[in-house]
Every structure is written in structure tokens, then in C-alpha cells.
């Protein structure tokens, strides 16, 4: 089965799932699941039924396929599909505040709507639906054993995601950040959750540790190639295609890897971005200078290798699993080429 | 045992399982966890060690005297009384930004201190290592089944948390909230993680279901008529009992049981207060009015009678599981005596 025919095939189930996580009747509460559906792309903002392009479900589509690579049924690892991908729109809904993002997807987001109190206690909802959506496993035929297990890894993850964004944050108050402290951010922010949506996936097949541990090792370097690569598109991307401003990560001084590593060098063009970084907040016309410094320092070439590095080890780990599945090399690729 | 000999034995004991889940070594990442141990009142401000009374730990001893009066080592219940002392000061982090509250325990909240962004983030990872501490059952001889059974109630405890959480902040724009509305916040406020907190207790113990639901049922309703108790307090209790100012709760225009018991009356009173309420917001010249009012409609009478009705529940849902064991009257006698 190739990609677009796992997909049209899952993907359904995948939105059951999630929207069976977030139904609830009570009346007085409509307005709590409301928000929740809201974000998750099922309602609109007058919590009526909708269908907004939320998300591309990567990391649930991940999860599944590392189930069928495994040698499982897909469906045994829909519980946890659901609960990784919820778990990640939780962080979203708190990062959006953390961010002070007015939009995401086209819309506004949830604190831009209801506010910073009703956005945080949405978020924590998440993060509950999310661990209690994961104890589904227990209606797949797997043993309570291999269900804790998953949940511990789940716990860990869910830790690695506050800690990452720890790093993150504490990233834009310095100009020394060096490139290994950048790569222990983004192993939280996002190499975590990719690892164990694809780790879930295979426990779910019932593999053994050993396997288990290589479709994590996967993921992870699958998270650190997507990461980078979206650090380069942030700057240098088609506005079209990453459906933010372009260069938008420049206005906001982000600390993304092209930055990192120019700022840490030493020739002129390094110290003539040291500089800007540490003054006032940049406005449109800086865009076209910071990127002609990036450029000159080496960042943009520094970057793509990088993510090439860890897109093939990717591609090695994921040999190393055994897994001769299509589909999912498919989404590999779909998410390492995407156009810039 | 009686309860001043029990705490002295296992309150170290709790404290310990608390340092153990706060502890972590990465350099990086010391601030992060600081502000953790910081709120839990086992750090200062620059995260040095400290010994601050950070709560009087009120859940976890529940916890562990429940586990005892269901006939098992209070030991085996460390890992669920320290999740949910981890989970509730999850909640308190985010509460006191949602509420927008300066200080807590005489101390500058954690907001207050590092940010909006930063206590968000605080507060999600005490919910990772709440779930990730509850785990720890797995090393006292507990099966993984119930395990699982723990971990289900634990979940559906934090969305209970979030939903009597977002029903508090509804609450605080209607003038006319019912009382049963009222009831059914502090259900998910209070109620659930006291309930809680009794039941996995009963469970770390190995009781059946039957006498796991019993103490549950005996906690839900110790929690209903300490919130209300305390309700009762924040109005006219003694601010050197209480710790925080007194009638603080009237300047804050807070829907606790007495004020919207007044306001739902018809009397000349209650349309007084609607008025009040309804308008400026108030100072401290109001207060002896508020309160003279609230009087007039028997509101405080009225309160202490539905804490005296939860409280004649909780007494005897406690004999219904059969437990003799003169601590854990004695802490529901302490939760309920306390000097107005």
C-alpha cells in the first residue's frame, strides 16, 4: 500500500479516534470541549461542527505506520496515535501563549480568542485527554505490561516537551547559544514526540524492546532532519508552502539553527549580526541585511547539511527496524523534500 | 498511631518521594526544575536549597492513612500520595495565573516571579512527573492491571480538575449561578482529587473495587465540606487561621457557596447584593456591607449547614469501608474544626 492509499485508509480512523476523545455531553461544559474541538480543527468558534484543515496528523500517521512496519494491524496503535497527536496540539495551545501567537492555521488561536486563563486550562485538558486516550491500548489485545511501558515513555515525552520549550525560552534572552545547545532544545521540542509516536507504533505490534528502541531511534533523527529543515524554510521558505510570512522567524529574532550557528562565528559578517540580533526589534527592511549575513557566514549550507546528516541517519535507523514498508517511506521523503 | 505520631513518621517519608521526582541533574536545565522545587517550597527564589512550608500536604497524608485503615503498608501508597501532591501543586501554578494572584503561602507566585510563559510551562511539567511519579506503584507489588486502574482514575481526576477549573472562571461572569451549578465545580475543583486521593490509597492496599468506590465516596464528600468550610472562611474566617486577608474573597467578587446562595434569594437582601455585585468593583468600604447583607439572606447559615450535611457524609461513608484507625479521624476532624 503506498502513501496516499494509507492515508485515504487511516486517516478516517485516526479523526474518529480524536473526536471520540473529545466528546462530552454535559451541557455546562460545551464550552471546555468546545474549545478543545475549536483547536483540533472539528468546530468553529461558535462551537458548531466543522471540518478546518487542522494539522497534517504526521505524528499519528507516523505512529500507525510504524505499527504496520512492524508487522501489527494498524488499528491496534490507533489509541495511540490519537493520544500523540493530542498531546502535540496541547503543547500548541500553550505555546501559542508562551509565543504570544496571535494565529495558527489561518485562524486564531485559542488564547487570541477566550484569553491566557480559558487557553491554559484548555491545554491541561489536552494533556489529560492525551494520557487517557493512550490507556485505549488496553482495548487492543495488548498486555498491561507493554501498556505501562508505553505510558512511561508517554510521561517522558510529555516531560522532554516542557523541557525543550524551557530552552527555547530561556534561548531568547542569550546571544551565545552554541549549536550542541541547540540540538539538545529541538531533541525536546520535537525529536521526542516523533520518536515515540513512531516507538508506540511498533510497541503496539508487539515488538520486541530491541525493535522498539530502533523505530525510536528513527524517529528521533526524523524529528532532527524535520526540524532543521523547517528552520531553513522559516527563513528561507516559500511563503506558499510554509503558510507563514516569509521570513517571519527573522522578525521574531528566533534562535533557529541557521541563527545559532551564524551568530557563534567569527568572521565580520558574524559580528555585523551579533550586533543587529542585540538591537532594537528588527523591522521589514533588516529582513533582506539578516539574510544576506546569514548567507554570508555559511548558515543556510551549515543548516541543510545538518538535516541531510540526520535525515540519513534516519533513513539508516529505519533500515536498521527491518521495516520494508513503502507508505512509510513515502512519508519520509514527503516530509524531508517538502519544496523550498 | 495517632495522627500527630503518623505524620511525624511519613511526612519525611513523602517529602523524600517529592525531592526524588523534582530531582534532576542536566546543568541546562537547573532553572527549570528550580522553579518546581521552588513552588513545591524546597527551593528560594535563586533555587537554593530551602525549607519553606509550602502546604500542609493534606492529600498524600490522606493517601497513605487511607492505604493503612484499608489494611496495607502505608509505604506501598508513597508513589500515588506524592503524584497527587505533584498534581494538585500542578494545579495551584496554573491557577494563580488564570486568577492573576500575586502570592501564595507569603511567597510571590511562580508567575509573579518568571513570567506568564515560564509558570505555563512550570506547570505542564509537574503534570508530566504527577503521571510519570504515579508510575512508582509498579515498584511496591502492585499489579499491572491495577496499576492501569490507578493510572485510568488519575486521568479522568486532571479533567476534572480542568472542567471544575473552567466552570469557576464561567462562574466569575453570571450573576446567577444556581447552587447546584456551584456544587458541581467544586466536584471537579475539590471533590475529585480528594477522592482521589482516598481511593488510590484504598487501592495501593490491594482493596477491592467495592471498598476502593467506598473510600473514594468517603473522600469526595470530606472534599465537598472542606471546600465549602473554607468557602465559609474566606468570608468571615480569622486571617491569622487562614492566611490570606480577611474578606479578601468578597474583594475579589468570588462565587463561593454563601454569595451565590444570597444572590439566587428574593429577598430585599439578596437584591441589594445583586446590585453591589453587579456593579463597581468593590472596596475595602464595601466589605461590612457584603457581609452584613450575606447575613441578612442567612447565607453563612446556609453554607455551614450543607459543610455539616458533606462532613455527616464523610463520617459515614468512612465507617462504610470498615476502617478503625483513630489517625485518619483525627484528620478529618482537623480538616473540619479548623478556628473561625
Not at 491554559?120 to 498486555?143: C, K, P, Y
Amino acid at each position: 500500500m503506498n502513501l496516499p492509499d494509507f492515508t485515504a485508509r487511516y486517516l478516517p480512523v485516526i479523526e474518529d479516534a480524536l473526536h471520540a476523545a473529545l466528546a462530552h455531553n454535559e451541557p455546562a461544559l460545551q464550552a471546555h470541549y468546545g474549545m478543545m474541538r475549536y483547536h483540533l480543527g472539528f468546530a468553529d468558534a461558535e462551537f458548531r461542527p466543522a471540518q478546518v484543515n487542522a494539522g497534517k496528523r504526521v505524528r499519528p500517521l507516523l505512529c500507525l505506520l510504524c505499527c504496520a512496519a512492524a508487522g501489527g494491524e494498524p488499528e491496534r496503535a490507533v489509541p495511540a496515535a490519537a493520544a500523540v497527536e493530542i498531546l502535540h496540539n496541547f503543547s500548541l495551545v500553550h505555546d501559542d501563549i508562551e509565543d504570544n501567537s496571535p494565529t495558527r492555521r489561518h485562524r486564531p488561536t485559542v488564547w487570541a480568542l477566550w484569553g491566557c486563563a480559558q487557553a491554559i486550562n484548555v491545554g491541561d485538558a489536552l494533556f489529560a485527554l492525551a494520557r487517557r486516550t493512550l490507556g485505549g491500548l488496553s482495548h487492543q489485545g495488548i498486555s498491561p505490561e507493554r501498556i505501562l511501558i508505553a505510558g512511561r515513555t508517554f510521561d517522558d515525552t510529555c516531560l522532554a516537551l516542557t523541557e525543550g520549550q524551557y530552552l527555547d525560552m530561556a534561548f531568547e534572552k542569550r546571544a551565545d547559544v552554541t549549536v550542541d545547545e541547540y540540538m539538545r532544545m529541538i531533541e525536546g521540542k520535537t525529536a521526542a514526540l516523533l520518536a515515540t509516536s513512531a516507538g508506540l507504533g511498533a510497541l503496539a505490534a508487539q515488538a520486541d524492546p530491541a525493535r522498539v528502541a530502533a523505530y525510536r531511534h528513527f524517529g528521533r533523527a526524523l524529528g532532527l532532519a524535520f526540524q532543521i529543515q523547517d528552520d531553513v524554510l522559516g527563513l528561507w521558505g516559500d511563503e506558499v508552502v510554509t503558510g507563514k510570512p516569509a521570513a517571519s522567524d527573522v522578525l521574531q529574532k528566533k534562535k533557529t539553527l541557521p541563527v545559532v550557528y551564524a551568530l557563534s562565528q567569527t568572521n565580520g559578517a558574524a559580528a555585523r549580526l551579533r550586533a543587529l540580533y542585540a538591537s532594537a526589534p528588527f523591522t521589514a527592511d533588516d529582513v533582506p541585511v539578516v539574510l544576506a549575513l546569514l548567507a554570508e557566514t555559511g548558515a543556510r549550507k551549515f543548516a541543510e547539511a545538518r538535516s541531510r546528516e540526520s535525515h540519513a541517519e534516519a533513513t539508516s535507523a529505519l533500515v536498521a527496524t527491518g521495516a520494508v514498508l513503502p507508505a512509510l517511506q513515502q512519508l519520509v521523503s514527503s516530509l524531508l523534500q517538502r519544496a523550498q
